[in-house]
C-alpha cells in the first residue's frame, strides 16, 4: 500500500526538523545565546566595585556621549576601508595570476600552497615579525641608509598606522585570495575565448567578462577582511606600540578593567555596525543566487 503524497511530505519536513536540531541547538548555544547574554549586560549598571542587573541606557549615554568612542570608530572603520583595497588588489592579483596564467593544475596547487605557508603559524608571530624588519635600526631601516635612499631612519615604519594596516594586509590577504580563485576557477573559459572572437582586449575581457563573475568570491572576501579587521585589537595594540586605538581595543579595555556592561554596549554598537556593512556589501550581489 503506498503512502498518500500529503502524508509522505509531512513525513519529510519532520525528518528534515529532526536531521536540523543538532545543528540548531548548537548554534542556539555557542553562537545566539552567548549574543543575546551581551544585549543583556549592556543594559546593567556597575558602581566602583560591583556590577548590577538593571535596565538602564547609562552605557549607551555615555558611549555616544564620548568623543572618544567616534575617533576609535573611524580609526576602526578606516583601517578596515584601507586594509580591504589593498587585500583586494593584491588577492584579485594573485587569484588571475593563479587561474588564468598558471595552466598546470598541479603548479596552482603548489602556488596555493605556497600562500597559505604564513598561515603555518600563528598570527601573533607573523605580526611581530615585522617589528625588527621595519625598526629605527631594523633591516628596512638600515637597507635604505645603505644605499643613499635615506640620510636618517624613518620614524613612521613602525609604531604607526602604516605598520597596523602594513600588518593587517599581511595576515588577512589570504581571506581575499581564496574566494577569489574559487570563483574564478568556475567561469567558463569558453566566455573569454568568445570575448576574444568579438574583438574585446585583455582589459574589457577583465573588466567586462571576468570581474562580473568573480563578484561573489569578491563580496565573500570583502566580508571576511572586513569583518576580521573590525575585531581585532592585538594587531593595532603591537603595531602602534600602543598609540591608537580601534573598537576591540576598547572592548579589551573596558574588559581588563572589569568594566563588563560598558565593555558589553560597546560590543553591541560593533557588532550592528559590522552587520550594517555586510548588508551593504550583499546588496550589490546576491551571493546565494550567483554561486
Request: proline content about 4%; aromatic content about 14%; glycine content about 6%.
Amino acid at each position: 500500500m503506498s503512502t498518500p503524497p500529503a502524508k509522505a511530505g509531512q513525513s519529510r519536513h519532520l525528518t528534515g526538523w529532526l536531521l536540523a536540531t543538532p545543528l540548531v541547538l548548537i548554534l542556539a548555544a555557542f553562537l545566539v545565546l552567548p549574543i543575546l547574554m551581551i544585549g543583556v549586560v549592556s543594559f546593567w549598571g556597575t558602581t566602583e566595585f560591583s556590577i548590577y542587573p538593571a535596565f538602564q541606557l547609562d552605557n549607551y549615554a555615555f558611549l555616544f556621549g564620548s568623543d572618544v568612542t567616534y575617533r576609535v570608530f573611524f580609526n576602526t572603520v578606516k583601517y578596515a576601508v584601507i586594509t580591504w583595497i589593498f587585500t583586494l588588489l593584491i588577492g584579485f592579483t594573485v587569484a588571475y595570476f593563479l587561474a588564468f596564467h598558471v595552466r598546470s593544475l598541479n603548479w596552482q596547487i603548489a602556488l596555493f600552497l605556497l600562500c597559505t605557508i604564513p598561515f603555518w603559524t600563528s598570527n601573533i608571530i607573523r605580526m611581530i615579525s615585522w617589528i625588527p624588519f621595519l625598526g629605527r635600526n631594523g633591516l628596512a631601516n638600515s637597507t635604505l641608509m645603505s644605499w643613499g635612499v635615506i640620510d636618517a631612519p624613518l620614524e613612521w615604519l613602525l609604531f604607526s598606522d602604516f605598520s597596523v594596516i602594513l600588518a593587517f594586509v599581511h595576515l588577512y590577504t589570504l581571506f581575499m585570495v581564496v574566494p577569489i580563485f574559487n570563483t574564478m576557477m568556475r567561469i567558463d573559459r569558453s566566455l573569454l575565448e568568445a570575448a576574444a572572437d568579438a574583438g574585446a582586449t585583455g582589459w574589457q575581457t577583465l573588466w567586462h567578462v571576468i570581474v562580473p563573475l568573480t563578484k561573489p568570491g569578491i563580496m565573500i572576501g570583502s566580508i571576511f577582511v572586513i569583518t576580521l579587521v573590525m575585531g581585532d585589537f592585538i594587531t593595532v595594540r603591537f603595531m602602534s606600540g600602543s598609540q591608537s586605538a580601534n573598537v576591540g581595543r576598547l572592548i579589551s579595555n573596558d574588559i581588563a578593567l572589569l568594566q563588563y556592561p560598558s565593555a558589553s554596549a560597546t560590543a553591541v554598537i560593533l557588532l550592528i555596525t559590522v552587520l550594517m556593512v555586510i548588508g551593504i556589501l550583499l546588496r550589490f550581489v546576491d551571493i546565494l543566487k550567483e554561486l
